[in-house]
């Protein structure tokens, strides 16, 4: 009894001695989770990521934890779910059975929103570029103008994990944060004129089943001639749709809508939470890589805008440029902040299956943006 008691004193004094020289980083970063744990609890924001997200950074920063040691829990997670790329690819089975591309397909012309709104990602990438970012890292953080956690995890684990922690905090809280961002751009960017544009709401769908069978297959296979590299990206996204779409395999569909989504989302958290020591993370890499994650998402939403005024124009005002910002792939969010904005000026205004037909062209856009990069790197042999 009074050796475990003289233990558990020593093992606290070593505790508050290492938090008193070498830990205070790690102090610092408790602090950080717990605040994306309230973020998470009392806001709202993006609860299922950040609560094990922040969790698993408190795990991994309080004193001489070894979880992200060989063998230990978070490293567990992490070598078997990112270093192998797992995770994200099964979350992208979900995302591909909970989209519904129809509004999509029933006004094809709205993927070049889906194609403006990755123009942060590009832009962002030259600019990591010239602030002296190696190219597989300029990469990694540009891909957060994806505005898609998944994918800028995929990317960032393969190509450099040592900014996985800050990339993917970066890109879950600047999408949570796309109602906020967001509207003051396109009151800025628009007139009182096109705020105001009405366009007709679909009576009922004129695709038909074997349309949306055929896109998942057919998107799949332009994926792979076009940009190979990223085909397990696109692959496993319409995989996921294909199975919503054939209706032969509710029971995979809703597994990996529910059950594996839900499951891979926690460990992912608690992975991704376990890369954010504090002697590692609390770095200025850090800093700039949430700086340059919100220049991207505002080139996103300034180029989508641009083109809506473009399209108005060429239209005859029948192209609410609005819409615009729903081409990023925060899916459906945008798409609600375009609805809801849109009301704000015209309550009569119905935008939301326009904007969700922008929106959806935006998760195509956002994986084949990052697809092609790839591919790219690869041709350059930095892959």
């Known amino acids: ?41 009392k806001k709202g924001v993006e609860p299922l990521l950040l609560v094990p997200i922040g969790f698993g950074c408190l795990l991994t920063n309080l004193p001489l934890s070894d979880l992200m040691e060989e063998h230990g829990l978070l490293k567990f997670f992490y070598d078997i779910g ?16 909970m989209t519904d591309f129809t509004p999509l397909l029933e006004n094809p012309k709205i ?6 709104g990755q123009a942060g990602i590009f832009i962002t990438l030259l600019l990591a570029l010239a602030l002296g970012f190696g190219k597989l890292e300029a ?23 040592q900014l996985l922690g800050p990339v993917s905090v970066a890109a879950y809280s600047y999408m949570s944060l796309v109602p906020i961002i967001q509207p003051p751009i396109m009151r800025i960017l628009t007139t009182q ?17 074997r349309t949306r069978l055929l896109f998942p297959i057919v998107v799949t296979i332009i994926t792979a001639l076009i940009a190979p590299k990223g085909l397990a990206l696109m692959g496993t996204i319409m995989l996921g ?15 990996s809508e529910n059950e594996i989504a839900n499951i891979v989302t926690l460990f992912l958290g608690l992975a991704i939470g376990g890369t954010m020591n504090g002697h590692v993370f609390l770095q200025t890499t850090t800093l700039a890589v949430f700086a340059l994650g919100f220049v991207a998402i505002c080139f996103d939403t300034i180029a989508g805008i641009f083109l809506g005024k473009i399209m108005c124009f060429v239209t005859g005002g029948k192209i609410n440029p609005l819409i615009g910002a729903a081409g990023i792939s925060a899916y459906p969010m945008a798409a609600r902040v375009v609805q809801v904005q ?15 037909g922008a929106n959806t062209g935006g998760q195509i856009g956002s994986v084949m943006a990052a697809a092609v990069m790839l591919s790219v790197l690869k041709g350059m042999g930095l892959i």
Do not use: W
């Open 1 to 41: 009894m009074v050796n475990s008691i003289i233990q558990g004193y020593v093992g606290l004094t070593h505790g508050i001695v290492y938090l008193m020289t070498d830990g205070l980083p790690n102090m610092v970063m408790i602090a950080v989770g717990g605040i994306l744990l309230y973020l998470a609890v």
């Open 82 to 97: 990112i270093a192998t790329e797992i995770f994200p690819l099964l979350i992208f089975i979900g995302i591909g059975a």
């Open 111 to 116: 993927l070049l929103f889906g194609a403006a």
């Open 139 to 161: 990469v990694s953080i540009g891909i957060i103008g994806a505005c898609d956690g998944p994918t800028a995890i995929y990317v960032t684990s393969l190509y450099a994990p």
């Open 193 to 209: 004129r096109e705020r105001v544009v009405r366009m007709p709401i679909p009576s009922q769908s004129t695709v038909s089943a």
């Open 241 to 255: 749709n294909f199975m919503k779409e054939s209706g032969v395999v509710a029971r995979l569909t809703g597994a």
């Open 342 to 356: 849109g009301q704000k000026y015209d309550k009569r205004n119905y935008l939301l299956m326009h904007a969700m």
